[in-house]
């Protein structure tokens, strides 16, 4: 018989997790950098769903879809900004946007 | 348990293909999403990463929660990547240039973030396995929403007119 473990859902998610984390921290276009962020929530994602099959409940699905949500108005904020970024100073490279440094 | 039984058609063999084929494709376009130097090829990867997503949902029983992967992300947010790129014209190929260094400090984090999950995923739920049979149904997650979680449900629907609003302050020009 065949087993379908917890496990191998976590390990997916971890590895979209981590190569997320790769993409926010390598990444210097604004718009990628939204991309990877959105790795990582997918990751989560993944998680919340294989938990909630898990333990016979319907919690983490309902999170699930909150965390989609969330998601959809921070691609939406974040593009805004980055739209606003490139109005003001014609690049989308997060390192050379420094304004802010002291 | 005897022979017949062995020899019986389990249907848990057939999702275990479809999920090592599936997660192997969203692997392998992650690493692309995040390595590809074209920008319009790296949203079409992770259209591939998100649809692998929904797809396990979809193993996983939450039928409502992929189509709504489907729906949100495949269907808008992508689209909404694609505006972003176009609308800020960023050139293709414009990460050539990121510093080595940088990208060795950042592989380096992702492999670490990585071990040490594997380490306590595995260290926990070692062999736990999912043997939920049948899906949850969408009436069942419609019930949940509006009885248990009616209060996170109404903090979203405020939270999605705040990004609404907001991104519309921050993006007009005035």
Redesign the interface.
């Known amino acids: 018989m065949t087993e379908v473990y917890l496990n191998q859902f976590l390990i997916l998610a971890a590895v979209l997790f981590s190569i997320g984390v790769y993409g926010v921290l390598a990444r210097r276009n604004g718009v990628m950098v939204l991309m990877s962020i959105e790795l990582i929530l997918n990751s989560v994602n993944i998680n919340l769903v294989a938990f909630s099959a898990f333990r016979g409940t319907l919690g983490g699905e309902v999170f699930a879809l909150f965390v989609i949500a969330v998601a959809a108005a921070e691609v939406g904020v974040g593009l805004a900004l980055v739209l606003l970024l490139y109005r003001n100073s014609k690049t989308i490279d997060f390192s050379e946007v420094d304004a802010m440094k002291g | ?1 005897t022979d017949a039984v ?1 020899l019986a058609y ?1 249907p ?2 057939p ?2 293909i479809a ?1 090592f084929l599936i ?1 192997a494709v ?2 392998f376009s ?2 692309r ?2 390595t590809t130097k074209n ?1 319009v090829h ?2 079409l990867y ?1 259209v591939l ?2 649809a692998g ?1 929904a797809a ?2 979809i193993l ?3 039928e ?2 992929g189509v ?2 489907v729906l ?2 495949i269907g ?2 992508i689209v ?2 694609l ?3 176009m ?2 014209r ?1 050139e293709l190929g ?2 050539e ?2 510093a080595t260094e ?2 060795g ?3 380096l ?3 670490l ?2 071990g040490v ?2 380490y306590a ?2 260290d926990v ?8 049979t049948e899906a ?1 149904t969408t009436g ?2 419609g019930d ?2 509006f009885k ?2 009616i209060i ?2 109404e903090a ?1 629907s405020v ?2 007119l ?3 609003i ?3 302050v ?2 007009r ?1 005035d």
């Open positions: 348990m062995i389990d848990e063999v999702r275990q999920f997660a969203m692997v992650a690493f999403v995040v920008v790296a949203a992770l990463v998100l997503v396990q949902f996983l029983g939450a409502f929660v709504t992967q949100v992300y808008a947010v909404l990547f505006f972003g790129i609308l800020t960023a414009d990460d240039s990121v940088r990208r400090m950042a592989a984090t992702g492999v973030l990585f999950m594997t995923v595995v739920f070692d062999d736990q396995t999912i043997d939920r949850s069942q997650i949940a929403i248990e979680y996170p449900f979203v939270l999605l705040a990004a609404l907001g991104a519309i921050i993006a020009k």
